[in-house]
């Protein structure tokens, strides 16, 4: 089973779309972020700050980047980025589980 | 805001009823194990194995707990403890944001 280890986490949940999409935020001692999350099945769309890299540990979701024309399925083991400043679609089919990595 | 510091967390999340309840494990260096979790709404009934003490961080759910009648309302800031080897049931009203204590 994989953990990250020695780090903070925020105790309390970061809530979205009535609790369809929720994470946990985790620092490291490097000053990296990540945030572990949950979506349910539905529609969203976010829009990113720093850029993104989201690994999908469970489930089953297709996603419409920026800039793309075509929509590309994910499930667990795989994992795509989005740039900084940019937003993208997801249309998540089975509950996912997923670990963002923020930044360079 | 509060943190758990100097923790490790498994990096997966535990998937409960179809995702409807949801959590992910944080292990502290002497031994002690916390869950930090989110329930959709709905009604749910859990068995304990150790001793939990139940902290809701957000949300409103009613609790029957092992050997009561009565159910009781619980929103952000109380908290209920639970005895080793029972079971307890939920009514979730509202999105809730809990961590689970286990043990001594």
């Known amino acids: 089973m994989e953990n990250f280890e020695n780090i903070t986490i925020i ?3 970061n809530i979205y779309f009535n609790g ?3 994470s946990r935020t985790i ?3 490097n000053g990296e972020k990540k ?3 949950i979506m349910m099945s539905g529609e ?3 829009g990113t700050g720093d850029k993104e890299l989201m690994e999908i540990m469970a ?3 297709d996603v419409l ?3 793309n024309n ?6 667990a083991g795989q994992s795509f980025e989005v740039p900084a400043n940019s937003s993208f679609k997801l249309v998540v089919k089975e509950v996912t589980d997923y670990c963002c990595s923020y930044g360079e």
């Open 35 to 37: 945030t572990l999350g």
């Open 20 to 22: 369809n999409v929720t």
């Open 65 to 67: 980047l920026p800039g």
């Open 59 to 61: 489930g089953n979701l």
């Open 27 to 29: 620092l490291f001692a």
């Open 70 to 75: 075509e929509w590309i399925n994910f499930t």
């Open 11 to 13: 105790k309390k949940a």
């Open 44 to 46: 969203y769309e976010f």
